[in-house]
């Protein structure tokens, strides 16, 4: 049982680039989210989604797009790299969306943007 | 919204003695909360969680948490430190009728001999 899958775990991007971070869940989880890890700054909420198809955004959207077109992948996208989005980007899943159901987290990508 | 402040964003401790670890949250209705801690290059593991019921939270690797409405924190200890015990901890809250949970600023456990 893998559990949440996150691809890939390293990437530098030139400012302007664009790039999609997979993550895949095998859980049949219903609600799928996207943090980014700063240091001093904990885990922000990006986007997250309560079932396949739907999209909400989270705490920082901006220069963010998400899909979640099957229910087991949540993707992440970043259509115009800036070094800001530099971060450690985690997926997370979870059976519903209530205190009950606690997340599940991917080990996490790595992104540099020069 | 809701909001959680953890004290402290690095705290060393000998092995064998007390960890302390502090959070507070910002609400004026009780929420649910939570300790999640975070291993090099892994992502977060629940750790424990308050809902409703007993005050005093035990989780897992000896770590128990204790809500105090009064004070509004809900401060993560451990009896006896381990080195196994370094990691990353984040205090998070989840608001009554949302879906999202809010993670605190964290809080960085160095473990000495």
């Known amino acids: 049982n893998a559990g949440v899958t996150q691809t890939p775990k390293f990437r530098v991007l030139k400012t302007g680039q664009s790039m999609t971070l997979l993550c895949a869940q095998d859980?049949?989880?219903?609600?799928m989210y996207w943090y980014r890890q700063d240091p001093g700054m904990g885990l922000r909420l990006i986007h997250y989604?309560?079932?396949?198809?739907?999209?909400a955004k989270g705490e920082v959207p901006d220069g963010y797009n998400v899909s979640r077109l099957k229910k087991q992948n949540f993707l992440l996208g970043l259509e115009s790299a800036a070094p800001s989005q530099t971060s450690v980007y985690f997926c997370?899943?979870?059976?519903?969306?209530?205190?009950?159901?606690?997340?599940?987290f991917g080990n996490g990508t790595r992104l540099t943007v020069t | 919204a809701q909001s959680v402040t953890q004290l402290g964003s690095h705290v060393s401790v000998s092995e064998g003695a007390l960890v302390l670890l502090r959070c507070n949250y910002s609400?004026?209705?009780?929420?649910?909360l939570f300790w999640y801690v975070q291993y090099p290059n892994q992502g977060l593991q629940l750790l424990l969680k308050y809902t409703t019921g007993a005050t005093l939270v035990k989780g897992i690797n000896g770590f128990e948490a204790e809500f105090k409405k009064s004070e509004t924190s809900f401060h993560l200890t451990k009896p006896s430190a381990h080195m196994s015990d370094a990691a990353e901890y984040f205090c998070?809250?989840?608001?009554?009728?949302?879906?999202?949970?809010?993670f605190g600023t964290g809080t960085q456990l160095k473990v000495e001999l």
């Open positions: 998070a809250v989840h608001d009554r009728g949302g879906n999202k949970l809010t």
């Open positions: 859980m049949n989880h219903e609600y």
């Open positions: 997370a899943s979870s059976f519903q969306g209530g205190p009950n159901s606690p997340l599940h």
């Open positions: 609400s004026s209705v009780p929420p649910y």
């Open positions: 989604s309560v079932g396949e198809g739907t999209t």
